[in-house]
């Protein structure tokens, strides 16, 4: 239990640093508004789930050790973040941001998660280099792992609803046309900015 404590500890450190996955919640939230932003939400936890399951089988391992393999789904991660910042930053500078966004599909919102989280190879490094420090290995596996990818998970939701909430606080600011401007510039150089590090960083 003592272990435990400490992996929530860890979790909820990991989760609150800004990356792209809350970045996404955060302009979500504003732009599409609270209940959009939940089914990002999802998708972000649900990837994190996947994620953390590949990091406990010989894909993980392969993906450790291969770096065509690391390379190949780092690109592809990192040209689909950078995808996302460019289209920010293309968006119309106008009032009609926030209502195209509200008009967007929960689908579309779930899925943006749900990509952003799994096209991020340094995930599987991250599970596989955390998770045995929590493993008692006098212990069945099984149920702790699932203890641990499912805790993280929940941590998630919990994190970026939090996230989700206090954006849209601040949405009545950010939607002005000037808010909307500065809020898209933002997120857009944010999204480029993660997905050129991306790119160019190692394991």
Do not use: W
Request: charged share 10%; hydrophobic share 55%; glycine share 8%.
């Amino acid at each position: 239990m003592e272990n435990y404590i400490i992996y929530v500890g860890v979790a909820i450190a990991t989760i609150l640093l800004p990356g792209p996955a809350v970045m996404l919640t955060l302009n979500n939230s504003i732009q599409r508004g609270v209940l959009k932003s939940f089914a990002g939400i999802l998708g972000i936890a649900l990837a994190i789930l996947l994620v953390a399951t590949i990091s406990a089988t010989s894909l993980g391992v392969v993906l450790a050790s291969s770096a065509v393999a690391f390379t190949i789904i780092k690109v592809a991660g990192a040209a689909y973040l950078i995808y996302l910042g460019i289209k920010m930053l293309r968006s119309e500078m106008t009032n009609n941001i926030v209502i195209k966004g509200q008009e967007d599909s929960f689908l579309k919102c779930f899925m943006e998660g749900f990509l952003v989280s799994v096209s991020n190879p340094k995930a599987v490094i991250f599970f596989m280099s955390i998770f045995p420090q929590f493993i008692d290995l006098t212990q069945e596996y099984t149920p702790q792992f699932i203890l641990l990818a499912a805790t993280f998970a929940l941590l998630v939701m919990v994190i970026h609803t939090i996230y989700a909430v206090f954006a849209s606080f601040a949405k009545s600011r950010l939607s002005s046309h000037r808010g909307s401007s500065i809020l898209n510039k933002i997120s857009g150089g944010v999204f480029v900015s993660f997905g050129i590090g991306l790119a160019a960083s190692s394991k």
